[in-house]
């Protein structure tokens, strides 16, 4: 047999240069990426904001169509209307008092996990209306003075005020007037941003009035509010 012959194999040299980023080009690539990050995030930001926010004003409504179901069986008077003996909460209301008003309306609520605002960090979920419910499961007061022949006066909503820019405490809480009252930050909270850096931060509530509407009320509606309730005193029961 012939021998073959086999050709020795050179090796194959490339002279293209490796294709490589300069300082320059990275930094560019950074820049761009983090504009991108500056203008998308905040929009981000803020449809997960406003839907927690469209959350909590369904709960309230919730809260509202509660309260109307069960005046509607009970003269149209709401629990605080009546007195304990006769089978409302006017009493332990009166002491600021929230959790026996949402215990008599456990059937008309349903499910005690509308009592919580999905942005309120303060309070938990209840499984039930028995045994362990109380105030810490609830994240909205009672307008102890609300009646359906009050069309402006609160009947509920978020319990996040403050007063003198203290937070107000658990229980009965007296608004007069010229009581100065807003919202605390601690849950809803509305952010402008411009010009991707500068932003402006704004607290707001929502709140049941007496004819059954749900309202959002900045502070300063807030303040103007509490002047149109028709009450010289609004007495509120913090959970």
């Not at 003075?145 to 003198?164: I, V």
């Amino acid at each position: 047999m012939g021998r073959r012959k086999f050709a020795a194999m050179k090796p194959r040299v490339s002279h293209q240069k490796t294709a490589a980023l300069t300082l320059v080009e990275v930094l560019v690539v950074v820049f761009v990426i983090t504009l991108l990050l500056a203008m998308f995030l905040p929009a981000l930001a803020k449809a997960r904001r406003r839907g927690c926010h469209i959350s909590c004003a369904n709960d309230v409504k919730q809260v509202e169509l509660a309260f109307r179901i069960w005046a509607s069986d009970n003269h149209g008077k709401y629990p605080m209307e009546i007195s304990t003996a006769n089978g409302g909460t006017m009493e332990l209301a009166a002491r600021g008092d929230v959790v026996a008003t949402f215990q008599i309306m456990s059937n008309e609520l349903s499910t005690p996990r509308v009592l919580i605002c999905p942005e309120d960090t303060n309070h938990i979920f209840a499984t039930n209306f028995s045994g362990a419910f109380s105030a810490k499961n609830i994240s909205y007061f009672i307008g102890i003075d609300a009646s359906t022949n009050l069309p402006r006066a609160f009947l509920s909503g978020d319990d996040n005020f403050e007063s003198r820019g203290m937070p107000v405490k658990q229980g009965l809480f007296t608004i007069w007037t010229n009581t100065p009252i807003a919202w605390n930050s601690s849950r809803h909270v509305a952010v402008e941003t411009r010009f991707w850096l500068f932003s402006t931060k704004t607290s707001f509530g929502y709140i049941v009035l007496g004819d059954g509407s749900v309202q959002q009320f900045n502070n300063f509606d807030l303040l103007n509010q509490v002047r149109q309730t028709g009450l010289a005193t609004n007495r509120l029961a913090i959970p």
